[in-house]
């Protein structure tokens, strides 16, 4: 909670230094003193008759403090109503723009996804071509809308459509790379695997960025292969990997784990995307000389994982081997390194 007030505070703050009008400088002082008190309702009560402004930068400053506030109170009703006091107001403005995408995407955090979904198609297709665009919310809400309709709808013709007119009618977007890399996921959802390469060779192609160009080679190896370390049930694959690791065979390790694009790092820490055969090294140093312990499977949401403690890397001792559902059936296909230490940082944060 006090994180949360202090973001308001820091909002108001901001407001105070930059604000060359009179208006609120009174209002704003008497909000900023409640907020330092942690009365949240007594400033935004405070704030509140502001917003019958009718000055268009005045308003805007009000409303976004107001937003914050009712956000972080969870009271999205009023975050949006108040948001909306300013579309009324100027309506065929660059903010107001904003706050419709700021709206939608509330909606979104709702998990409220169609009415979502209505507010950036009617903010992509609206956008006044005689307004300029400084924060790019067309661009961004076709983006969102693609991404809506393949992550929350599993509507991936529509999705695919959405993401290539994005490439059609912003041809020097710069994330074009990033944009090909969900074409080529809509498709292989949708078991169309030539043209997921076809996406994967066009980054090949155009990009610099070792990123991508990583994970488009690791990609099409991966829709090359004899997926031989799949199973249909993930129980079988569990097992296996289980059985593998207490008896510290190396080869069925390398066989069980999947080819092309695999993801290893620290926990809480960005991950590396390789090949399996670029760690066995790892493997092969460590695996001969661990007492290692093998833990009962957990599953989370649509993988499970499975625990390794005692692992002989002196850095890390824990190991968590991710198994998900891929497009040949479940595949082990991430490996995430840690130790007590950073678990305990971890939850000691999580507490404050």
Not at 132 to 158: K, T
Request: hydrophobic share 35%; glycine share 4%; charged share 25%.
């Amino acid at each position: 909670m006090r994180n949360n007030l202090m973001t308001g505070f820091f909002i108001l703050t901001l407001l105070l230094f930059f604000c060359s009008t009179s208006f609120a400088l009174g209002a704003f002082d008497q909000a900023q003193i409640y907020l330092e008190r942690g009365d949240v309702d007594r400033a935004i009560h405070t704030l509140k008759p502001l917003t019958s402004s009718s000055n268009e930068d005045e308003l805007s400053q009000v409303v976004e403090v107001l937003y914050t506030l009712y956000s972080e109170k969870g009271q999205t009703q009023d975050a949006i109503e108040v948001l909306q006091i300013f579309i009324e107001k100027f309506p065929r403005t660059q903010l107001a723009y904003l706050y419709r995408y700021w709206i939608a995407k509330t909606e979104e955090e709702s998990k409220k996804y169609q009415e979502s979904l209505k507010l950036l198609q009617k903010i992509a297709s609206e956008y006044p071509s005689d307004i300029s665009d400084p924060y790019n919310i067309r661009q961004q809400a076709m983006e969102d809308i693609a991404l809506h309709q393949e992550y929350y709808f599993g509507n991936y013709p529509a999705a695919i459509e959405s993401y290539l007119m994005i490439l059609t009618q912003y041809p020097a977007y710069e994330e074009k790379s990033r944009i090909l890399l969900q074409v080529a996921n809509c498709y292989e959802k949708t078991d169309q695997f030539d043209k997921a390469m076809e996406s994967y060779q066009k980054i090949r192609f155009q990009e610099t960025d070792p990123y991508y160009l990583d994970l488009a080679e690791l990609r099409i190896e991966y829709l090359q292969s004899d997926p031989t370390w799949a199973r249909k049930n993930a129980a079988i694959l569990i097992k296996e990997l289980r059985d593998a690791f207490e008896k510290k065979d190396l080869k069925t390790i390398e066989s069980l784990a999947k080819k092309g694009d695999f993801w290893t790092g620290q926990m809480f820490s960005e991950f590396d995307i390789v090949s399996f055969s670029q760690i066995v090294q790892y493997f092969s140093t460590y695996l001969t000389q661990s007492p290692l312990q093998v833990h009962p499977a957990q599953k989370r949401e649509n993988e499970y994982i499975l625990k390794i403690t005692s692992w002989g890397d002196p850095d890390f001792s824990t190991l968590y081997l991710y198994i998900v559902k891929g497009i040949y059936g479940w595949e082990w296909s991430k490996i995430v390194l840690s130790n007590p230490e950073i678990e305990c940082q971890a939850n000691n944060f999580g507490d404050t």
